[in-house]
């Protein structure tokens, strides 16, 4: 049997950082094992799910290069779910409920008030075919729940280990709601078994969802897939970070500059015994990454860690995986080398390599302060006429230090704002032979 993960995005929403984790182990796992990885678009909310989300999901997959091997659409397959709930039904296996939203809001206050879990009572068990007929009558549509069996469901989760859960401590679940629409459950589990998904790995707060799914699996007669629950991630003050997703979309991140590898060398460490490493290639990650080392404790997620860590990655890119975009910017082949080794160091986003080369071949207008006016123009007239090499600013400055006694900062900075506009930046000793436009004061 072959090797099947697979990541099920509802396109209702833009991906977050959890999502991404999600994703990532599903297809890091499944690559490690010589598998396949399916992308299952859960579209059913026919209401809410977008087209535009969708493109997005796929972007930001691409983005970190999460390839899938093949896609799937869960509203393509409502007649498969149909015959499923029919199938149910003929062994009483779900039962329709009648109680609205705010009676059941009333319930389980009512539950919780005397010091009871709010567990669905199973009233609609009771209810007559008479009764039936009489809410049909007065137009109420029914839900479904399936019925859970009093008994526990045990699994060795790769992950977290061993795993029981009391299905007694549970509400049957719903399985269709009065508008017809098929809940995560009974479509899910569906999908599961005809696509032959061989591991779910997800986050922690499955868990109960995993132990209803593996009661219907085996109701329904069909192998119980391997399962995985990854931790949750948190902020810095202890949140779930499901709070606050909007900061921390993977279209924002991606938008902000962050090196996508940089996210994923990130995300296949935290929460494990390993520490982050600055790896170049996805089959350096395959190599790398471990589900086994990863843990249950909620994990931190630490935004300024990642920007530091993306230019860092960024800073430590060697020059062939950075050739095409130089010559995509305009930097000659015979110079691309020397002008990454000049400025890479003190690069934060690949946005300032071609503000940089800008720099270069059109010049800026100076940044001179008053005080500064006079040894600027006295410096400027002692540069030596270009082409300028790896020695011209050594030698310039000491004469210009030499000539009006300017020393350290005082020196330096003001010939950086002059000839970049900035007061930070690149080594000026390297940068130096690469501009060849210098203000005239």
């Not at 209810?127 to 029914?142: R, V």
């Not at 508008?179 to 999908?191: E, R």
């Not at 606050?244 to 979309?249: A, F």
């Amino acid at each position: 049997m072959t090797f099947l993960t697979r990541f099920a995005p509802s396109p209702t929403g833009y991906l977050h950082v959890g999502n991404i984790r999600t994703a990532l182990f599903n297809f890091l796992l499944s690559k490690k094992n010589k598998g396949k990885f399916l992308l299952r678009i859960d579209d059913t909310d026919l209401e809410r799910s977008k087209q535009v989300y969708e493109d997005e999901i796929k972007r930001d997959l691409e983005w970190l290069g999460i390839e899938w091997d093949f896609c799937e659409r869960q509203s393509t397959r409502f007649d498969r779910y149909y015959e499923a709930l029919e199938n149910l039904k003929s062994e009483n296996k779900i039962y329709p409920c009648y109680e609205t939203k705010s009676e059941l809001d009333l319930k389980r206050k009512k539950q919780l008030n005397m010091g009871k879990p709010p567990i669905y009572d199973r009233t609609a068990l009771k209810l007559s075919l008479e009764d039936h007929k009489k809410f049909e009558e007065k137009g109420k549509k029914a839900h479904w729940r399936f019925l859970l069996d009093k008994k526990k469901i045990c699994w060795n989760d790769i992950i977290i280990g061993s795993v029981s859960i009391d299905l007694e401590s549970l509400s049957d679940p719903v399985f269709v709601k009065e508008d017809g629409q098929f809940l995560y459950t009974l479509a899910s589990v569906c999908d599961d078994i005809d696509f032959c998904i061989t591991h779910v790995v997800r986050g922690s707060d499955h868990l109960t969802n995993t132990a209803t799914q593996i009661q219907l699996i085996q109701d329904l007669g069909f192998d119980v897939p391997i399962y995985g629950h990854h931790s949750l991630l948190i902020d810095s003050s202890g949140d779930n970070l499901s709070k606050r997703i909007g900061s921390l979309s993977i279209r924002e991140i991606r938008n902000s500059g962050i090196e996508p590898m940089a996210l994923i060398n990130l995300m296949s460490a935290i929460g494990s015994s390993k520490s982050p490493k600055l790896l170049h290639s996805l089959d350096e990650i395959f190599d790398f990454f471990d589900i086994s080392l990863f843990g249950s404790a909620p994990t931190k997620f630490d935004l300024k860690l990642l920007n530091s860590m993306s230019a860092k990655f960024l800073r430590s890119t060697p020059y062939h995986l950075i050739e095409s975009e130089l010559t995509n910017i305009g930097v000659p082949n015979s110079s691309q080398k020397d002008f990454w080794e000049a400025i890479k160091e003190n690069l934060n986003s690949r946005s300032e390599i071609s503000k940089l080369w800008d720099l270069c071949t059109n010049g800026i207008s100076p940044v001179i302060d008053k005080e500064d006016l006079e040894f600027v123009r006295t410096a400027l007239a002692a540069l030596p006429e270009a082409p300028f090499n790896k020695d011209t600013w050594k030698t310039w400055t000491t004469k210009v230090s030499d000539k009006t006694g300017r020393k350290g900062k005082n020196l330096f900075l003001p010939l950086r704002k002059a000839l970049t506009g900035n007061s930070v930046g690149p080594d000026m000793g390297k940068l130096l032979p690469f501009l060849g436009k210098i203000p005239k004061i």
